[in-house]
Structure formats: structure tokens, C-alpha cells
């Protein structure tokens, strides 16, 4: 007799099937993914995971949570861990944490959250205001030691570094980091990469938004750094590039049936890259985009001609 959690897996793989081979399916099914050593311990990751802005933060925002518990069910399932998140992304770390607790998934999760509550622009942070912000990722999470923890967008480091540092010297946090998505702020966050002994960043990186990998992915493989990466398909920007365009043949090559697959299986190739956090509020993308942990990567010649087809595009 099927269950409920039974239809919904076969309901959220049905809705996956076009784009999911059979051996990709059944790769999938078995949690067989691309996995990545973290640089400062060995511990290794799935390279594709799940991220909690854009359309996950906006459904977190609504009465019922079924379509993100399925999300986050499909994550589990079939073979994900990161599940990246932050207080500043609306409702979606509290909707999240309940979650997770609900499913019993605590120990199944590799939970990426972030501290914030500096002032605008680089205003200094209230450390009594750090610490409640993080005694209120604790309880949402239920999660003691969280795997990782990270100073938002650059905000006042030296106050909310230090505090993550002493939390993670009472072992309450496992790996620690700093975010930022801004161009404008890659030397900043260069500085700290070479100043604290920090675990992780978090950055913007796709396959038509490059300028990470100039100088910031580098320095994180020579000073051994782990790399998250954000914002994989440029928001909607590379959705609207390909808006009626199907994915070239040659893409199935090294796996890709998607266009989700082939932007991510583009950053994954990179060798500074551990995880790549799309964020969807839908199941079946979930599944999708699970299917780029599956397989080969591309070479850098054909990661060159990847960027060519893109670049060859009408801008978004």
C-alpha cells in the first residue's frame, strides 16, 4: 500500500522525469552525488545543495509550508545535505528549522546559517544584539553544535567574527566564514581570507557572472577555504537568457539534461567550488537540480565553450 511520503516521492519524480535520465534517476535514488572534501577538515559534501532566498524566502512567508517541506524532503531523500540559510532572508530559517525538526533530519542536514545585525553600510554591530541573533538560530535550528555559521555580507568583522570564533572554540559551531555577493567588495573580503582562520566563504559565481574566479576562488584553493556558492543562475538573468532555447546536444555529454544542470554543473567544475546552493520552492527543481551532482563535470574546454554559448545570447 502507498503511502502518503510514497506519492509524493513518485509525484515529485514524475515532474522530474523529463529532465532526468534513467541511470541519472536511479544514481539519484541511491544518494550517489558528486561529493567534495571541505578544505580544513576532509569532511565531505554533496556539490549541489539548496539555498533559502528568492522564492523559498517568499513561500516561508505564507501560512502553508507543504510545497518547502517537500523541498527539503526531496533534498534529504535522494542524497543533499547543505541546506544554506540566514536571519535575514524573511521567514526562511525559522519555517526551515521547524522543518527539519519535524522530519527528524537534524543529523542529515549540513546547516549553513549567518549572523548580521551591523549597522548600514559598514556600520559597527551591537555584540548583545549578535549574540540574541544567534541564541535565535540555535533555537530555530535545534541544532547544537550548526555546522557552520558565517558573517553576513561582510558585516562589522572584527565584532561578529570574534564572537563566531569563541563559538566555535566552545564547540558550538563547527566551521566558520564570511559571505559577499558584491564585486565591489571581493578586496575586502580578500583581507579577510587572509587575516582569519576562517573555514568557508559564501559568494556569487555563473556561468555568465565570472569575477570570483579572477582573484577569490583562487585564493580560496591556495589558502584552503571552502566555497559555497550563491545566486548560481544569476537570479532569474540566466532564466531569461534561455527563455525558448532547448540545451545543446553536446551538453548531454557530460550529463547535463537541464538547463539548471548545465549552469551547475558548470560551477561545480571548478576546483575551489564545495557546494552549490540554488534556491526553489519546488520539488521537482529540487530533484532537477540534484541531477548536476550526478556523472561527469566538464573539462575546461568544454567549461569554455559553455561560457561561448552563453555569451553568444541576448543579454537578460
Not at 502518503?4 to 519524480?13: A, F, G, I, N, S
Not at 517568499?58 to 547543505?82: F, K, P, Q, Y
Request: aromatic share 6%; with cysteine; hydrophobic share 45%.
Amino acid at each position: 500500500m502507498l503511502t502518503r511520503r510514497d506519492c509524493l516521492k513518485y509525484v515529485t519524480l514524475a515532474g522530474a522525469a523529463i529532465t532526468l535520465q534513467p541511470r541519472m534517476l536511479e544514481a539519484i535514488e541511491s544518494g550517489d552525488l558528486i561529493m567534495r572534501a571541505i578544505p580544513s577538515s576532509g569532511e565531505k559534501l554533496p556539490i549541489v545543495g539548496l539555498g533559502s532566498s528568492a522564492t523559498f524566502s517568499s513561500l516561508a512567508r505564507s501560512e502553508d509550508a507543504t510545497r518547502l517541506r517537500n523541498v527539503m524532503r526531496t533534498l534529504i531523500e535522494h542524497g543533499g545535505a547543505v541546506f544554506d540559510t540566514a536571519p535575514a532572508y524573511g521567514a526562511s530559517e525559522e519555517v526551515a528549522g521547524k522543518i527539519i525538526q519535524e522530519l527528524d533530519a537534524k543529523k542529515k542536514i549540513f546547516w549553513a546559517t549567518k549572523l548580521n545585525v551591523a549597522g548600514r553600510g559598514r556600520g559597527a554591530a551591537d555584540p548583545a544584539a549578535a549574540r540574541a541573533q544567534l541564541d535565535r538560530s540555535f533555537q530555530r535550528i535545534g541544532k547544537d553544535p550548526i555546522d557552520l555559521i558565517q558573517v553576513h555580507n561582510l558585516g562589522d568583522i572584527p565584532t561578529q567574527m570574534g564572537i563566531l570564533k569563541d563559538l566555535k572554540a566552545e564547540g558550538r559551531v563547527r566551521y566558520i566564514g564570511v559571505t559577499s555577493t558584491r564585486t565591489s567588495r571581493y578586496s575586502d573580503l580578500a583581507k579577510v581570507m587572509r587575516e582569519e582562520p576562517i573555514d568557508f566563504i559564501g559568494v556569487d559565481y555563473a556561468v555568465d557572472n565570472r569575477h570570483s574566479a579572477e582573484m577569490i576562488l583562487p585564493l580560496a584553493q591556495d589558502l584552503g577555504i571552502g566555497v559555497l556558492i550563491y545566486i548560481p543562475f544569476g537570479r532569474t538573468r540566466l532564466w531569461r537568457r534561455v527563455s525558448g532555447r532547448n540545451v545543446p546536444a553536446w551538453a548531454q555529454e557530460f550529463g547535463a539534461h537541464s538547463w539548471a544542470q548545465f549552469f551547475i554543473k558548470y560551477i561545480a567544475a571548478h576546483p575551489a567550488v564545495t557546494a552549490v546552493t540554488p534556491a526553489t520552492s519546488k520539488a521537482e527543481n529540487m530533484l532537477d537540480n540534484l541531477g548536476a551532482a550526478v556523472g561527469e563535470l566538464p573539462d575546461e574546454a568544454t567549461r569554455r565553450r559553455m561560457v561561448e554559448l552563453v555569451e553568444a545570447l541576448p543579454s537578460a
